[in-house]
């Protein structure tokens, strides 16, 4: 169920429900596990640094457990989904966040890196939807998974070539995941986030500059925060999205469709004045 609380902002109501978020030791992760726990969800927080995990489950005493797991690897997987059905009995939403974003010029790129790139951001997102899926039929009910992605899947910039690449191949992935899951009543969506601002600070100081000079460009001149990216997490695992299945969604303020205008809008092309009521 959902309802609009006093300040006009959706909250969502996950009592009963249990759910798995990956990459929990920070940032999206971090904020979803709080968001799903304050709307009466179970939470299994699963990720790889067991210090950051354990800062972002420290806060709650109950109804949020973590586990310190690899979802490169199907054991890894196996643990994340065995230990939301042990714990909880039943698993009802799974959102892999989990990723990893080196960035590398081409030519420099290594093959070692360009493969750990893939095992986490595709052969994980794969096992851990998987896993997550055989669950959820075995205990024959409906369920969510939600992937993410990056606008940096459809965008290219320097660097980025083995994260952009496989932030586009979650996308195609979920897509057949979604056809192929849809039978049991199994929605995939995928989560796109642009640029929102998760990076400690204070910031390395090429990357300062150079989001003094991109944030200008963006259409609404900002960074998103993780909690607007929760917010859309958040519709996609609730009933209120009982008829989107395969959807990316793009939360990047507008960043994909252009750039934010920085002067009026003047048509100065004579060939089209008689169109437009001109001078000729």
């Known amino acids: 169920m959902n309802y609009m609380d006093e300040t006009g902002r959706v909250s969502f109501d996950f009592k009963g429900r249990s759910v798995i978020v990956t990459g929990a030791a920070r940032g999206i992760g971090r904020a979803l596990v709080k968001a799903f726990y304050d709307s009466g969800a179970y939470v299994i927080a699963a990720d790889r640094d067991q210090k950051g995990l354990l800062e972002t489950c420290k806060p709650f005493s109950e109804r949020v457990a973590a586990i310190v797991a690899d979802i490169s690897t199907a054991e890894g997987a196996s643990a994340i989904v065995d230990e939301a059905v042990t714990r909880y009995g039943h698993l009802d939403v799974c959102v892999n966040n989990a990723a990893v974003a080196p960035h590398t010029a081409l030519l420099e790129e290594r093959i070692e890196v360009w ?28 369920g969510r998974i939600i992937n993410f992605s990056s606008g940096a899947s459809r965008r290219g910039s320097p660097g980025g070539a083995a994260y952009a690449s496989s932030r586009a191949a979650v996308e195609s992935f979920s897509r057949v995941a979604a056809i192929e899951l849809s039978p049991y009543n199994i929605l995939v969506n995928t989560v796109s986030p642009g640029l929102i601002d998760t990076q400690p600070k204070p910031l390395p100081s090429d990357m300062a500059k150079s989001l003094r000079t991109r944030i200008p460009t963006l259409p609404l001149a900002r960074p998103g925060t993780p909690e607007e990216v929760v917010s859309v997490v958040m519709f996609l695992a609730s009933k209120a999205s009982s008829y989107i299945n395969g959807a990316v969604i793009s939360v990047d303020g507008g960043a994909a469709v252009g750039t934010r205008p920085n002067k009026a809008v003047i048509d100065d092309d004579p060939r089209y004045f008689w169109v437009t009521d001109g001078e000729p």
């Not at 095992?119 to 024959?140: D, E, S």
């Open 115 to 142: 493969d750990k790139v893939y095992a986490v951001n595709c052969r994980g997102t794969f096992l851990m939807t998987q896993a997550a899926a055989r669950a959820m039929i075995l205990g024959g009910q409906s």
